[in-house]
Nanobody, 130 residues
């Protein structure tokens, strides 16, 4: 069974950092693109970042560019989201999704929706508050 499990969320003060992990099981992430999306309480889901499976191309939405970094470790079947300079508006449930098509991951990230990604995780909660 193909699964994604996110971890690394928690409570952090504004200006702090967290590193989220998205671990795959039941399949190999090597050729899969991964998208990170988030949903704040009472708000629409929005895309954060994505990374391709072929050449590690990356894409960031404007509100995280320069603060967040997406990376992957195929040996660990894991994709990471390093989040620095966190702001209260970064609060939300962060979910990862996988699909072999990088174009689909970009659509999910740009539009903040599910264009038919193959696998979704259940999310991890990030709370940025003093």
């Amino acid at each position: 069974q193909m699964q994604l499990v996110e971890s690394g969320g928690g409570l952090v003060q504004p200006g702090g950092s967290l590193r989220l992990s998205c671990v795959a099981s039941g399949f190999t992430l090597d050729y899969y693109a991964i998208a990170w999306l988030r949903q704040a309480p009472g708000k629409e889901r929005e895309g954060v970042s994505c990374i391709s499976g072929s050449d590690n191309s990356t894409y960031y939405t404007d509100f995280v560019k320069g603060r967040f970094t997406i990376s992957r470790d195929n040996a660990k079947n894991t994709v990471y989201l390093q989040m620095n300079s966190l702001k209260p508006e970064d609060t939300g449930v962060y979910s990862c999704a996988a699909d072999p098509r990088f174009g689909l991951a970009i659509i999910a990230t740009v539009n903040g929706n599910d264009p038919g990604m193959e696998v979704w995780g259940k999310g991890t909660l990030v709370t940025v508050s003093s």
